[in-house]
């Protein structure tokens, strides 16, 4: 089975280093490759991380990866199977600012194929994703036709705010916007009613199930967790619609292995196609330009 990543980490930090070893991985370029490899990852999204870019236009610049060394965009110096979303810095946006920063967006979004989306890391920052300042880069996703995704749920390390990281605020901004396809990462976890209710109501919605394991996960270990991987395929069922959700592993925290094979028991296996594999293609369709025509050919 050939699968898509669509929400993990490319970036050179202490503490994704830590995470990677505590699971036997390695964050490097050659440590993700081996991971691809022995797991059938043919493609992966990255979500930007690292503050390096500098202002072109004079508004705040997106957040890139940097894995494989300083992010260089010509001549692309990543791995080919990777793409990305650029991250979103909320608290540096303004009024003021929103529109030089929806250009510096656009640099990328226009040049590099390989970029996939915009990232909100809300939670982390302290404003609501409809803010007034985000609407610029919500009209830049629908003229590229690219998704927004937004961290929901819990934040790491005890940072931020959960009011800001709750799920039902991307009703309003859906609602609101129509014509660009929205990610609700890590499934809203704890708020997992709200997210799939959230799904259900706007069909611009879409869910990924990143974020759910860390560490290894052991089959005793799933076994234990029972009753919460249970209440998870539970509103998955009622969701009922296979097409809206995604494969993510938010590796370098979690071994893939043991995240494919959990959460490959919580989609049934009819739809396991869907979920490891063709949906991120119709969520982030721009890989469908990045991949060898075969290999959707034998995927059709």
Known sequence: MKIIDAHMHYFATEGFDQLAKAVGDVNSVAGYEKVCQENGVVFSVAMGNSYEAGSRFGGEMPRLINLAGRFRMQPYNQPKNI??????NSEKLTEANAEQTAQEFE??????????GIKFYMGYNLVYLNDKRHQPLFELAAQYDVPVAMHSGETAGGHGQLKYAHPLTVDEA????PDVKFVICHLGNPWIQDTVAV??????????LS????GYVTPAQEAQQAE??????LWLKYLNNWDKVLYGSDWPLVKI??????LGHL???EHHEQFFFRNALNVYDRIQKLLPPEMLAEQA
């Open 107 to 116: 640099y990328y979004l226009q040049r590099d194929p390989h970029c996939l």
């Open 211 to 214: 974020g759910l394991l860390e």
């Open 267 to 269: 989609v049934p296996e």
């Open 174 to 177: 859906a609602s609101e916007h």
């Open 228 to 233: 919460y991987f249970n209440f998870i395929r």
């Open 83 to 88: 793409g990305y979303c650029l991250g979103v």
């Open 257 to 262: 292995k043991d995240n494919i094979r959990v």
């Open 199 to 208: 799904a259900c109501k706007n069909e611009n919605v879409y869910i990924d």
